[in-house]
């Protein structure tokens, strides 16, 4: 990834590419528009802000049938050596065959895990329905066109159901509209927001504006990108007064909660996945904090 700084960004023209956070996570789709200075500062303000380099395989063509365990092509998955109490790394699935996965090497830190042939892995993804835990053997190590590992078919295979989603941090960039201003977004009306935690059930929202009086009704637009596709999510909700916390005492732009008005079917699969891969990719989660987290 290639870290961007303010001035890298376009100011009220289309983004050119996605805007990453330092984990690689969405903030804000390409082809979206940052409406003024504010707004910019907003979207840096919890962190650093990154774009994918020019040799990122696009994830719109990524194949995306379920693979083993319902996982599919592009989930994320947390890597741990077998015995290892350390911090998981990061990879993706990128492709199976009968008796095996093709994975990214994972990394943790920016570094390379130090694995080879032979070496015992633990597993962890979410098929959408459940958090997966296996074991696979690495049986070959693969260089060229880039570094990938071959794994042996899942073992000792455990799955958690996944019943309610959990509230998670984020650092989603949404537009901020009232419900039925569907042109907003097109004639610049529109207000970019942050999404500081999201669940199924509401967002802790900031802004460069005044926020709403508690009560009042918004319209949230924005993308999630689940299982590497990116995919655009509008939810209607009413404004609430934020709890105190962080982002709700920040002076110089103001948060308050929005409630959800109950999801559609799409939308709602969309969040707990997104949700779910948050929680896998908060590596310091066990598993079964996770389980505790889905009851």
Not at 54 to 68: I, K, N, R, V
Not at 139 to 168: D, E, G, H, I
């Amino acid at each position: 990834m290639i870290q961007l700084t303010p001035n890298d960004l376009p100011v009220g023209y289309p983004l050119p590419w996605s805007l990453l956070d330092g984990e690689g996570n969405l903030v804000l789709c390409s082809g979206s528009v940052i409406p003024d200075e504010r707004d910019l500062a907003l979207v840096f303000r919890h962190g650093v802000v990154c774009r994918e380099d020019e040799h990122h395989e696009d994830c719109d063509t990524l194949h995306c049938a379920p693979g083993p365990l319902g996982l599919q092509v592009g989930t994320l998955l947390h890597v741990k050596r077998e015995g290892d109490t350390s911090r998981a790394a990061a990879s993706r699935l990128i492709g199976y065959i009968d008796q095996g996965l093709f994975v990214t090497w994972p990394q943790l830190g920016g570094r390379d895990l130090p694995l080879q042939a032979g070496d015992t892995v633990l597993l962890r993804g979410f098929s959408g329905h459940a958090i997966h835990s296996f074991l696979s053997t690495i049986t070959a190590v693969c260089r060229s066109p880039f570094r990938y590992l071959v794994l042996s078919a899942p073992a000792q295979q455990q799955a958690l159901p996944v019943r309610k989603a959990a509230r998670v941090p984020t650092r989603l960039a949404a537009y901020l509209t009232e419900p039925g201003d569907d042109d907003a977004i097109d004639t610049g009306a529109a207000r970019l927001a942050l999404l500081s935690d999201i669940s199924t059930g509401g967002a802790l929202v900031q802004t460069t504006a005044p926020a709403p009086a508690p009560g009042s009704r918004v319209r949230l637009r924005f993308k999630l990108r689940t299982a590497s596709l990116d995919s655009e999510v509008t939810i209607d909700g009413w404004v609430r007064v934020a709890a105190p916390g962080a982002a709700s005492d920040d002076a110089d732009f103001p948060a308050f909660g929005v409630a959800f008005d109950v999801l559609a079917e799409r939308e709602l699969t969309l969040l707990q996945c997104y949700i779910y891969e948050q929680l896998l990719s908060s590596t310091r989660m066990p598993l079964q904090a996770a389980a505790v987290a889905a009851v």
